[in-house]
């Protein structure tokens, strides 16, 4: 088992230009989560996924990000365009949705650099 | 709204001796907690959750609702417990977790 695969690992871009990640869960899994990790800080969601459907995306910066999860499997998060604060780990995370299990399976993350 | 704070950034031991990692949380309802650990290079991964009541890598974690804190703690650290390790709340069920900022402890030999 992989585990939950994350890509492109790292990114390096110059500020307004644009960026995508992409996520593929483990099998099976219908929940999937995109978190943000500023340097020091713990995660925060960003969006999370039942099956193909955004059941939170309030922490999401919808006037600059966006996501997809077609078919409820891999997901994409991008960001247009990028600014200096974007800066950070994007952390991807399934769950098989088992109430209050609480075991969420991280990825490697994409650590982004905006120049 | 809910939070997690972690009040140490850096918590140094050395070997053998005990362990404790502070955790408060804030919310209003019945809350779960959790414990994650993150190793050098390794994901981010579920060490334990207070609900199993279970004791992992010598690790224990009691949810003191009184004090609205979920410490964790070990008797004997060893030297493959450096790590950074993250509280985290899990409310209105579902999974979704709120992570505090994080403790990292080095255990010196």
Redesign the interface.
């Known amino acids: 088992e992989a585990?939950?695969v994350q890509s492109p690992r790292y990114k390096i871009i110059e500020k307004k230009q644009p960026v995508a990640f992409w996520c593929n869960p483990i099998s099976g899994h219908n929940?999937l989560?995109w978190y943000l990790q500023n340097l020091?800080?713990?995660?925060?969601?960003l969006i999370?996924y039942e099956n193909e459907e955004a059941v939170?995306d309030s922490q999401l910066p919808k006037d600059r990000f966006s996501a997809e999860r077609l078919k409820g499997v891999d997901s994409t998060l991008k960001i247009q365009p990028a600014e200096l604060g974007d800066s950070a780990v994007y952390?991807c995370a399934s769950?098989s949705?088992?109430?209050?299990?609480?075991?969420?399976?991280?990825?490697?993350?994409s650590r982004l650099t905006v120049l | 709204a809910q939070r997690v704070t972690q009040p140490e950034k850096l918590l140094s031991v050395f070997k053998g001796a005990p362990v404790e990692l502070k955790c408060n949380y804030s919310y209003s309802g019945s809350p779960e907690l959790f414990w994650y650990v993150q190793y050098s290079r390794q994901r981010l991964q579920l060490l334990l959750r207070h609900i199993s009541r279970e004791s992992i890598k010598g690790f224990t974690a009691d949810l003191n609702k009184g004090e609205t804190s979920f410490h964790l703690k070990k008797p004997f650290a060893q030297e493959e417990d450096s790590a950074m390790y993250y509280c985290a709340l899990s409310t209105g069920g579902g999974n979704k977790l709120t992570f505090g900022t994080g403790t990292q402890l080095k255990v010196e030999l």
């Open positions: 585990g939950v929940t989560y020091g800080q713990g995660p925060e969601l999370r939170d952390l769950s949705g088992t109430r209050g299990s609480g075991e969420l399976f991280f990825g490697e993350g």
